[in-house]
């Protein structure tokens, strides 16, 4: 492999798509003229300016972003939206949230500080391995939006399908599988997605909001910086931003353009993720943790049956060159994370060293 770099299997921070690092490398010592790299530059700068509009530009052709719909880069990880989400958005202090794997849980905890919450739903009868229906929720009039987990990245499980809102926002958390996808932005009130997983590197996430639903009457206690009219009303440039993480998932959403978008993405995925899944399916030593039907492109878990040869499984992968295949601890075993730069190389490689364990280890 050129750079003799690994295949990473990383949940998050993960890799990168190549072209993009040797652009970003071509530019480190001094961005197209500025003198400078952009990690020096004033987030005020007119080239900055430039680097933030193109950034929000090629996001919202990349996804079809309604104009009623503003794009705000915020700093604070996912994590910090699990608290903006029920701060800024309820009104009437109520809202509906399904439980469908680790990160769903942690939003739930932490809306709870906010207000009313109404589990409608939980898959965690069977250790999340499944989406429960979500046809005819039971949804109170007064509540003010309906969230989920698109993709729950510890558990491996995925939507196929949007859950029933009855007329309500829909939230979700796409941190793990945004631009994994095509995605009609319209059956959104939010999206919300760390960058780290599918797209740059750490330290910013992308919120898509509707307008209608930024407050101007918010709670005069809440900081500045949780305000989503305070991103709007400045051009996610308030204070000063991530700016490199702005610059980093710019050169992202270019090259997915320059592939022929999100749907190409997406065959490529599902081609990708058919790779392992296919081998879980055939083996006798390893089996997927997921009901087929919710199978996420992105996170793959599964496991021998036997802690003890998981954990052989994982150090022999490591030495092999094939990094961060543990589990994460509270479903044991191993994952794979085959995010958008992820080649299907790497899974093809990956699954010709887990057929050679097993027939050694028969
Ligand atoms: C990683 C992750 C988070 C937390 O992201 P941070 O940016 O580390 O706060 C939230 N939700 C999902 C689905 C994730 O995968």
Redesign the pocket.
Same mark, same amino acid.
């Given at each position: 492999m050129k750079y003799n770099r690994t295949f990473n299997f990383s949940? #998050?921070p993960a890799m990168m798509p190549e072209p993009v690092l040797e652009e970003i490398r071509d530019e480190m010592m001094n961005y197209r003229g500025s003198g400078m790299c952009v990690m020096e530059m004033s987030h005020r700068s007119k080239v900055f300016q430039q680097i933030i509009d193109e950034a929000e530009a090629d996001l919202r052709e990349l996804m079809n972003i309604p104009d009623n719909y503003k794009v705000l880069f915020i700093q #604070? #990880?996912?994590?910090?939206q699990f608290a903006a989400i029920p701060w800024n958005l309820m009104k009437n202090g109520k809202a509906v949230y399904v439980e469908t794997g680790a990160?769903s849980k942690?939003a739930i905890a932490e809306a709870k500080k906010y207000g009313e919450v109404i589990v409608a739903a939980s898959s965690k009868d069977k250790n999340f391995s499944y989406i429960p229906d979500c046809s005819d929720l039971d949804i109170p009039e007064d509540a003010d939006y309906v969230y989920i987990?698109e993709?729950?990245?510890i558990h491996g499980v995925t939507w196929n399908k949007l859950p029933n809102t009855k007329g309500h926002v829909l939230v979700s958390?796409q941190?793990?599988m945004f631009l994994s996808k095509p995605c009609n932005v319209s059956d959104y009130g939010m999206i919300y997605a #760390?960058v780290?997983?599918n797209v740059g590197p750490?330290g910013m996430?992308v919120v898509i909001i509707r307008e209608d639903l930024i407050r101007e009457d918010i709670d005069p206690k809440m900081p500045v910086y949780m305000s989503y009219k305070t991103h709007a009303d400045n051009g996610s440039m308030y204070n000063t931003p991530n700016c490199w993480a702005i610059y980093c998932c710019g050169k992202v959403f270019k090259y997915l353009k320059s592939i022929g978008g999100l749907e190409e993405m997406h065959k490529r995925n599902i081609a990708k993720a058919k790779v392992i899944y296919d081998f879980l399916d055939s083996s006798k030593m390893f089996k997927g943790t997921v009901e087929p039907e919710f199978r996420s492109l992105m996170n793959i878990p599964f496991v021998t049956g036997s802690a003890e040869l998981d954990a052989e499984v994982v150090a022999a992968t490591k030495a092999a060159g094939y990094d961060n295949l543990k589990g994460h601890k509270s479903v044991g075993g191993l994952r794979a994370s085959v995010y958008n730069a992820m080649p299907i190389e790497g899974a093809q490689a990956l699954v010709e060293f887990l057929k050679k364990f097993e027939a050694e280890h028969k």
């Amino acid at each position: 492999m050129k750079y003799n770099r690994t295949f990473n299997f990383s949940a #998050g921070p993960a890799m990168m798509p190549e072209p993009v690092l040797e652009e970003i490398r071509d530019e480190m010592m001094n961005y197209r003229g500025s003198g400078m790299c952009v990690m020096e530059m004033s987030h005020r700068s007119k080239v900055f300016q430039q680097i933030i509009d193109e950034a929000e530009a090629d996001l919202r052709e990349l996804m079809n972003i309604p104009d009623n719909y503003k794009v705000l880069f915020i700093q #604070g #990880g996912a994590t910090l939206q699990f608290a903006a989400i029920p701060w800024n958005l309820m009104k009437n202090g109520k809202a509906v949230y399904v439980e469908t794997g680790a990160w769903s849980k942690k939003a739930i905890a932490e809306a709870k500080k906010y207000g009313e919450v109404i589990v409608a739903a939980s898959s965690k009868d069977k250790n999340f391995s499944y989406i429960p229906d979500c046809s005819d929720l039971d949804i109170p009039e007064d509540a003010d939006y309906v969230y989920i987990c698109e993709n729950e990245t510890i558990h491996g499980v995925t939507w196929n399908k949007l859950p029933n809102t009855k007329g309500h926002v829909l939230v979700s958390d796409q941190s793990s599988m945004f631009l994994s996808k095509p995605c009609n932005v319209s059956d959104y009130g939010m999206i919300y997605a #760390g960058v780290q997983k599918n797209v740059g590197p750490a330290g910013m996430v992308v919120v898509i909001i509707r307008e209608d639903l930024i407050r101007e009457d918010i709670d005069p206690k809440m900081p500045v910086y949780m305000s989503y009219k305070t991103h709007a009303d400045n051009g996610s440039m308030y204070n000063t931003p991530n700016c490199w993480a702005i610059y980093c998932c710019g050169k992202v959403f270019k090259y997915l353009k320059s592939i022929g978008g999100l749907e190409e993405m997406h065959k490529r995925n599902i081609a990708k993720a058919k790779v392992i899944y296919d081998f879980l399916d055939s083996s006798k030593m390893f089996k997927g943790t997921v009901e087929p039907e919710f199978r996420s492109l992105m996170n793959i878990p599964f496991v021998t049956g036997s802690a003890e040869l998981d954990a052989e499984v994982v150090a022999a992968t490591k030495a092999a060159g094939y990094d961060n295949l543990k589990g994460h601890k509270s479903v044991g075993g191993l994952r794979a994370s085959v995010y958008n730069a992820m080649p299907i190389e790497g899974a093809q490689a990956l699954v010709e060293f887990l057929k050679k364990f097993e027939a050694e280890h028969k």
